[in-house]
């Protein structure tokens, strides 16, 4: 025992050097066969390496084996060539605001593709469509739209990437009018495991169209365009903003639960409720007379606002009215990397008065900064579509309970365990058995029939045809096979 223990030290110092060496050979091997790249690759030797590995979640952190810059398809396809031929793991980042940091592929040494250069967006009024590079965040495609007069339907955050957004839904103030982001797309590009560019459409691998839209996040290959349906801004659009006293809590759900399902597809409302707060934010499509009108209804049932308001507006300027960024990042967005942790819920018929009393009481014992939105979905987001995954269609209402900005790790890690230990109890007794997969969650059990219900076996099969050996995966992605 004593000279084994000897000869491990003695050897220690050339187990080093083997290994050290061994990284060298891979890590020179990873840069001469991304040689051609047109695009930058960051390695984790640069200096600027720590600072572009930092995502908008900061609660968990990877370190990729190099970054790599794409600038066009082909760089994509090279990519995934060195990735296959190397077997690394290969992941890609549209704009880094997956809540579990998957863009980075969820584990460490893994090449990550990052799409911000494939950035274009060809816009094409007469066919009212437009051709979106998959690494454009939204702010940038609401402005580039709005200057040409359109939209499209997605979420509400500027510095969300298209990218991962719309591959997994992607909801927003326009969802009731006009769907999903996802349910937008006309066709894509996607670089596949044998690095091959196709093309997806509804009559071209359709069944990649059918699992790219709602299940495409990281999964299945790496989207670089997408072709969306646009549609026409209206001359002016109505933002609203209602604070109400928490008190009346109970009589604002009954409201929402009754009227919302009824309320006109111009309108999206979205409650928000935290310790000693309730307040409602809203957009209607249309002129502030029309909005009036259109909440009418609602408004009367509703306890009477402590403040009220029907601010007329260009759709891009109520964009920036709920962006929480300063206006003018809108359009040049940047992260704003926080701790957050987020639990997702879906709502068919609307809580009851013991559900509301429940989530107030975790909300004002919670050990971190924690807040509810409730998300009024319906109209056109309601319309199931068979040819796309996203199953969230009979759906009254989506939550989102998010904890955020803790001071230490053990704030964070009870924070944490708090926001699992009620998520998974609320979720048993007060609503759906579904979750939406943009809000995606480590912690979150049955994962894969609360994101994809029926479609998961379907979507498993489409993963063996396109990627049986796994290239794209992460820990939470579709499997070749079930367990
Ligand atoms: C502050 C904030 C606000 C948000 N607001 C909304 C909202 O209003 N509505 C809503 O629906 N969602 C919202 N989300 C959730 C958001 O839609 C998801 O986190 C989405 O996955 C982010 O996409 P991304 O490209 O920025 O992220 P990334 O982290 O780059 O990617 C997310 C996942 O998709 C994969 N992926 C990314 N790009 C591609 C690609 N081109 N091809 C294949 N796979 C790819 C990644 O590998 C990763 O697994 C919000 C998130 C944050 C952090």
């Given amino acids: 025992m004593k000279l084994i223990k000897q000869l491990n030290i003695i050897l220690l110092p050339l187990w080093c050097i083997l290994l ?23 390695y984790p030797n640069n200096k600027t390496f720590p600072s572009l590995i930092i995502d908008e979640n900061i609660y968990v952190n990877y370190t990729p084996s190099v970054l790599v810059y794409a600038v066009n398809n082909q760089d994509v396809q090279t990519s995934v060539n060195c990735a296959v031929k190397l077997k690394m793991g290969i ?79 992607g909801y927003g103030f326009t969802g009731r ?14 670089v596949d495991a044998n690095g091959k560019l196709l093309k997806i459409d509804n009559a071209t691998n359709s069944d990649l ?27 002016q659009v109505t933002s609203m903003k209602f604070q109400f006293n928490p008190n009346q809590v109970q009589q604002l759900f009954k409201a929402y639960n009754d009227v919302g399902p009824s309320l006109d597809n111009n309108i999206v409302l979205s409650i928000s409720l935290s310790k000693g707060g309730l307040s409602i934010d809203g957009l209607y499509l249309g ?23 029907f601010i007329p507006q260009s759709f891009f300027d109520s964009v920036k009215t709920f962006a929480y960024v300063p206006p003018n990042e809108v359009a040049n ?38 807040y509810a939105l409730f998300d009024l979905f319906g109209g056109t987001a309601n319309i199931n579509d068979v040819t796309s995954s996203l199953i969230h269609r009979d759906v009254l209402y989506g939550i989102q309970l998010l904890g955020q900005d803790w001071n230490s790790k053990t704030q964070g890690d009870k924070c944490i365990k708090q926001l699992n230990d009620f998520g998974k109890e609320f979720q048993s007794k007060f609503t759906s058995y579904f979750s939406y997969q943009n ?11 609360r994101y994809y219900g029926q479609n998961f076996k379907r979507l498993i099969e489409i993963k063996a045809k396109y990627d049986p050996n796994n290239l794209f995966n ?8 079930t367990f």
């Fill in 333 to 370: 967005p940047k992260h704003n990397p926080y701790f957050f942790k987020a639990k997702s819920f879906l709502v068919n018929k609307g809580l009851t008065s013991q559900a509301i009393n429940t989530m107030i009481d975790f909300l004002n014992n919670v050990s971190c900064d924690t």
């Fill in 439 to 449: 809000y995606i969650d480590r912690d979150l059990d049955d994962w894969q029939t």
């Fill in 287 to 309: 002129p502030s007379a029309n909005a009036k009108n259109a909440m009418k209804q609602f408004l009367s049932e509703a306890p009477k606002p402590t403040s009220s308001k």
């Fill in 20 to 42: 050290i060496s061994l990284v060298n050979v891979n890590a020179s091997a990873l840069s001469s066969c991304l040689a051609s790249i047109k695009g930058q690759t960051v």
């Fill in 474 to 481: 992460f820990p939470q992605s579709i499997p070749v096979k």
């Fill in 209 to 235: 169209f059918f699992a790219l839209r709602g299940a495409g996040g990281g999964s299945y290959g790496i989207v670089t365009s997408f072709v969306f349906h646009i549609h026409p801004t209206p001359p």
């Fill in 91 to 169: 992941s890609a980042r549209s704009g880094g605001h997956s809540y579990e940091k998957y863009d980075l592929g969820g584990r460490n040494n893994v090449m990550v593709v990052d799409l911000t250069n494939i950035n274009d967006i060809i816009i094409d009024s007469k066919s009212q469509t437009a051709k979106i590079g998959a690494g454009n965040r939204l702010g940038v495609i609401y402005n580039k739209l709005s200057q040409a007069g359109f939209l499209i339907p997605a979420g509400t955050c500027p510095s969300v990437g298209i990218g991962g957004h719309a591959l997994g839904g």
């Fill in 177 to 190: 009018k006009y769907g999903f982001a996802s349910d937008n797309i006309i066709s894509m590009e996607m």
